[in-house]
């Protein structure tokens, strides 16, 4: 499974690249709003620190509209993945982006038809958001496995980027319904390795290493 970080904080994002195992990062227009940094400056610098897929969001609702912000954005990066909604224009959008062989990730997707079809488009990629189905009382890692089953149903390649994850948990079960990639914030990215039984036994073991060299 790949790591994808989901901010555009660049203290975070060099901090969690510095591990090692961040493939890619997501952006999205809040993220990227709570910076308050010129957009294509800010996409620019986090190509440069993660090498990965950086995903950056147009921000039209109408396909033309989109196309065009779309190719200006592609321009930023050779690793850019235009980020489009998935509606009808979004649809319309990525099968004029594919076309041209830029990278797209489909996003606010909440059920596994809308993941249908932007696959059948040629989407790079499809985001799931998880946490905001299960924040309504869904069970956002059925709507995953669902949408696992159905592009393995048809060997569709578009990779399935689980978002929207909130906690550790949400990681491990995306990870065992065969999700490709897992995004999430720096807080949940941090919090993986956590477990209180391995501080314990780092403690132990320095303090027994201590004692014996008195
Ligand atoms: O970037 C999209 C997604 O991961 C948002 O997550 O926590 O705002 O639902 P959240």
């Not at 809040?30 to 957009?39: I, Q, R």
């Not at 294509?40 to 109408?62: D, F, M, N, R």
């Not at 499809?126 to 089953?149: A, C, K, N, T, W």
């Amino acid at each position: 499974m790949k790591f994808f970080l989901d901010t555009a904080n660049l203290d975070e994002l060099r901090d969690a690249a510095a591990m090692g195992i961040v493939d890619g990062v997501t952006t999205n227009p809040s993220l990227v709003a709570k910076e308050g940094k010129d957009f294509k400056t800010l996409v620019a610098e986090i190509c440069e620190i993660v090498p990965g897929p950086v995903s950056a969001e147009v921000v039209s609702t109408e396909a033309n509209a989109m196309v065009k912000e779309g190719r200006e954005l592609a321009k930023i990066a050779d690793n850019i993945v235009v980020k489009l909604p998935t509606i009808a224009e979004g649809v319309k959008a990525l099968t004029v982006l594919a076309g041209e062989g830029v990278k797209t990730n489909l996003t606010l997707v909440f059920q596994p038809l809308q993941a249908l079809i932007v696959a059948k488009a040629g989407a790079t990629f499809v985001s799931p958001f998880l946490g905001r189905l299960d924040d309504i009382g869904h069970d956002g890692m059925e709507v995953l496995s669902e949408i696992r089953q159905i592009y393995d149903n048809y060997g569709f390649r578009t990779e399935i980027l689980a978002a929207s994850l909130r906690h550790p948990l949400h990681v491990a079960q995306a990870a065992k319904v065969g999700a490709d990639i897992g995004t999430m914030p720096y807080k949940t990215f941090k919090s993986l390795l956590n477990h209180p039984l391995t501080d314990i036994g780092l403690e132990r073991f320095l303090a027994d290493w201590k004692a014996a060299q008195q």
